[in-house]
């Protein structure tokens, strides 16, 4: 799982709040990094936080995305504490 954010975001403190409550890993990608805000645009195609990838699935924004980020979450080969797969960078996301 890959959260692409900043410490500046509140809407993003509460995904990693929300994520860490949890026990889900995840790997945060800082976009104060021009190259992580490229690589962002670049696979998605947007600027804005947070975006969370979890398997192949992509969702822009947490509050409005709770829901499906909970379900997303909750499938059967995913427990507290284990880390999903990241999407490689150059795979097509099916979100």
């Known amino acids: 799982m890959t959260v692409y954010s ?9 995904l990693i709040q ?18 992580v805000r490229h690589e962002l645009f670049r696979r998605f195609g947007v600027l804005v936080i ?3 990838v979890v398997g192949k699935q992509a969702f822009f924004g947490f509050f409005e995305n709770r829901a499906a980020i ?3 979450l909750t499938t059967p080969d995913l427990t507290p504490g284990q880390r999903p797969e990241a999407v490689d960078p150059g795979e097509e996301l099916l979100a």
Do not use: Q
Not at 18 to 35: T, W
């Open 6 to 14: 900043s410490p500046d975001s509140a809407e993003g403190r509460a």
């Open 18 to 35: 929300f994520l860490e409550a949890r026990g889900i890993s995840y790997r945060e990608r800082d976009v104060r990094s021009p190259a």
């Open 50 to 52: 947070p975006v969370v």
């Open 70 to 72: 909970e379900r997303a």
